[in-house]
């Protein structure tokens, strides 16, 4: 494949350095060197020489990375392993070598409306939704992993923002925001056509603020959207922003316990949003933080669905490195941000440590 001139000018950089080589949560789970920023650009490099091809190996190697940024927040040269992955990645696609296992994805998403080839919500977060106003000031954006991995939390955060008396809907038939395709396949065609329909059904509800669930939607909306100038005429939020605000403002009127929180923020939030300080104005409120040694803009992936549909055992590991982490802090309650982590952790959870979402922590200090 033809690369940018950008993608080898970092390739090339990156093939040479071991500055972020025990950061990636990947590489320390599964103690590969193919799983660190070098050893991909390494790969890279010699498709960029037209030395190889881009294809079976290097192609799964590609997909063996959560994108999660760790290798750039520890760069201090700047370089940009994420960028060149993902420009690999839509290369693989439009030469038509994706692995079978993410074009299985991608047809579940164009069946279904998300990875999981799943039609129907589960019922507890249908009865949730059921009573809502078909338009409201609010619009909550659940996401497909909260709506199916984590259907219950939703449920949980649709009755903190009732509530907190929020004037909230969600959309009948929510559209997907485009999250897996761009973490599967990027800056295709295919991606932004489904970011524009998605924008287009958003606005026809006339919301005016739009709360996403899940930080992996914030993301793309937030960023991806504009990058591809699509626009979305609402002013878009996290949930743990609009949370954090509606406890300043009184909304959700809170006790301090004695429990100490530990939280566990995705890099999406942490290091793509740069939103570190908003969790902790929640968990300050209801009680006291112990923080893992590598938190905030350094955080530590605890998981991902969408690489957890095709490489189960490493995600696995990832999870348990993380609560490995938690565990030698002594935390006792781990609170997520993310339905993703919160599933990882929550399935891969061998501790006594107790693994609860944000809007558990808050309901419990109501």
Same mark, same amino acid.
């Given at each position: 494949?033809?690369?940018?001139?950008?993608?080898?000018?970092?390739? &090339?950089a @990156?093939?040479? @350095?071991?500055?972020?080589?025990?950061?990636?949560?990947?590489g320390?789970?599964?103690?590969?060197?193919r *799983?660190?920023?070098?050893?991909r650009a390494l790969?890279?490099?010699?498709?960029?020489?037209?030395?190889?091809?881009?294809e079976s190996?290097?192609?799964?190697?590609l997909?063996?990375?959560?994108?999660?940024g760790?290798?750039m927040?520890?760069?201090?040269t700047?370089?940009d392993?994420?960028?060149?992955?993902?420009?690999a990645?839509?290369?693989?696609?439009?030469?038509?070598?994706?692995?079978?296992?993410?074009?299985?994805?991608?047809?579940n998403?164009e069946?279904?409306?998300n990875?999981?080839g799943?039609?129907?919500?589960?019922?507890?977060?249908k009865?949730?939704?059921?009573?809502?106003?078909?338009?409201?000031?609010?619009?909550?954006?659940?996401?497909?992993?909260?709506?199916?991995?984590?259907?219950?939390?939703?449920?949980?955060?649709?009755?903190?923002?009732?509530?907190?008396?929020?004037?909230l809907?969600?959309?009948?038939?929510?559209?997907?925001?485009?999250?897996?395709?761009?973490?599967?396949?990027?800056?295709?065609? &295919?991606?932004?056509?489904?970011?524009?329909? +998605?924008?287009?059904?958003?606005?026809?509800?006339?919301?005016?603020?739009?709360v996403?669930?899940?930080p992996?939607?914030?993301?793309?909306?937030?960023?991806e959207?504009?990058?591809?100038?699509?626009?979305?005429?609402? *002013?878009?939020? +996290?949930?743990?922003?609009?949370?954090?605000?509606?406890i300043?403002?009184?909304?959700?009127?809170?006790?301090?316990?004695? +429990?100490?929180?530990?939280?566990?923020?995705?890099?999406?939030?942490?290091?793509?949003?740069?939103?570190?300080?908003?969790?902790?104005?929640i968990?300050?409120?209801?009680?006291?933080?112990?923080?893992m040694l590598?938190?905030?803009?350094?955080?530590?992936?605890?998981?991902?669905?969408?690489?957890?549909?095709?490489?189960?055992?490493?995600?696995?590991?990832?999870?348990?490195?993380?609560m490995?982490?938690?565990?030698?802090?002594?935390?006792?309650?781990?609170?997520?941000v993310?339905?993703?982590?919160?599933r990882?952790?929550?399935? *891969?959870?061998d501790?006594?440590?107790?693994?609860? +979402?944000?809007?558990?922590?808050?309901?419990?200090?109501?």
């Amino acid at each position: 494949m033809q690369f940018t001139k950008k993608a080898i000018e970092h390739i &090339e950089a @990156c093939r040479f @350095c071991w500055m972020c080589h025990h950061v990636c949560p990947i590489g320390n789970a599964t103690g590969l060197e193919r *799983n660190t920023a070098r050893a991909r650009a390494l790969g890279l490099s010699l498709v960029a020489r037209e030395a190889t091809a881009l294809e079976s190996d290097i192609v799964d190697n590609l997909y063996e990375c959560a994108l999660c940024g760790g290798c750039m927040t520890d760069c201090v040269t700047g370089w940009d392993p994420v960028m060149f992955t993902k420009e690999a990645r839509l290369g693989a696609a439009l030469e038509g070598n994706m692995p079978e296992y993410v074009g299985k994805l991608i047809d579940n998403i164009e069946a279904t409306g998300n990875i999981y080839g799943e039609k129907e919500i589960p019922e507890i977060l249908k009865s949730a939704i059921r009573d809502l106003p078909p338009k409201a000031d609010v619009l909550f954006f659940i996401g497909k992993d909260g709506a199916y991995r984590t259907a219950d939390k939703s449920a949980a955060a649709v009755d903190l923002l009732k509530r907190a008396g929020v004037d909230l809907t969600v959309h009948k038939y929510e559209p997907d925001s485009g999250y897996a395709l761009d973490f599967l396949i990027g800056a295709a065609e &295919e991606t932004r056509s489904a970011m524009a329909k +998605t924008a287009e059904i958003l606005n026809e509800t006339g919301a005016s603020t739009i709360v996403c669930y899940d930080p992996a939607d914030a993301k793309v909306f937030l960023r991806e959207y504009k990058e591809y100038g699509i626009d979305i005429k609402a *002013n878009v939020v +996290t949930f743990t922003s609009f949370i954090a605000g509606l406890i300043k403002d009184g909304r959700l009127d809170v006790k301090k316990s004695d +429990t100490a929180f530990t939280p566990q923020e995705t890099p999406l939030l942490a290091r793509d949003l740069e939103e570190t300080e908003s969790v902790r104005a929640i968990l300050n409120s209801l009680g006291s933080i112990k923080e893992m040694l590598l938190h905030g803009k350094d955080t530590v992936l605890a998981g991902n669905l969408i690489m957890n549909e095709y490489i189960p055992s490493v995600m696995k590991a990832v999870a348990e490195r993380r609560m490995e982490n938690a565990k030698n802090v002594g935390a006792k309650v781990i609170v997520t941000v993310s339905p993703a982590e919160y599933r990882s952790l929550s399935d *891969n959870n061998d501790t006594d440590i107790e693994i609860i +979402t944000l809007e558990e922590a808050v309901l419990r200090c109501l």
